[in-house]
């Protein structure tokens, strides 16, 4: 399967190495303490910027200043708002590169039972799931993304290349045109929904 820009879905950073397959418990408990004793950015500063940027990158038609847009939502879909979850979701990201991946599902599963409104965490598990063969973890978990944050377009990226991959175009264009309808300048997605669209319409021909 071709592989796209799909923002985490798909695509995991390393980060710095981890020694331990369960989280130390006291950096975590450092992290509480720190976390709590912290006054944390309004809720809604975070939803104002995303809706600021999801509106600049459907504004956008310069493929190059829409990636750099595209970044940007990435990395503030990607942030909890909570240090101690950031950390798990960056040793789930180390085991992951270190191809340890109970010790990832573990860690994902511990941001999510803390945050479960946090989409990045459960983009990752889409990500894992697919790259283990889950495929049908995967849907579920892009689903629970997309409930969460209907313009999540690495996501929709992601189900699309499932779908296609499972022999339901029909639906795969669906998601791209829906993923093209947030993020338009995304030549690779502009590709695939034409390709798409030629070969569904020769297929009823």
Not at 127 to 145: A, C, E, F, P, Q
Not at 186 to 197: E, F, G, I, T
């Amino acid at each position: 399967m071709r592989r796209f820009r799909f923002y985490g879905l798909f695509f995991v950073a390393p980060l710095v190495a981890m020694t331990s397959i369960v989280a130390p418990a006291g950096q975590l408990l450092a992290q509480q303490a720190e976390e709590h004793a912290a006054v944390a950015k309004p809720e809604t500063d975070a939803a104002r910027t995303i809706d600021q940027l999801l509106t600049s990158l459907k504004r956008e038609r310069d493929p190059d200043a829409a990636n750099r847009i595209s970044a940007e939502l990435m990395g503030a879909w990607n942030d909890s708002g909570s240090p101690t979850v950031n950390l798990l979701m960056q040793w789930a990201n180390t085991a992951i590169s270190e191809k340890r991946n109970p010790a990832a599902l573990d860690f994902i599963d511990q941001a999510i039972v803390l945050k479960p409104d946090f989409v990045g965490a459960w983009n990752l598990r889409a990500t894992l799931n697919y790259t283990m063969g889950n495929y049908r973890k995967s849907v579920s978990d892009i689903n629970h993304v997309l409930a969460l944050e209907p313009r999540h377009f690495g996501a929709l990226a992601g189900l699309a290349a499932i779908l296609s991959e499972r022999g339901s175009e029909e639906m795969a264009l669906k998601a791209w045109e829906r993923y093209l309808d947030i993020y338009p300048a995304d030549r690779d997605a502009q590709n695939m929904v034409s390709k798409l669209s030629e070969k569904l319409a020769g297929s009823r021909t």
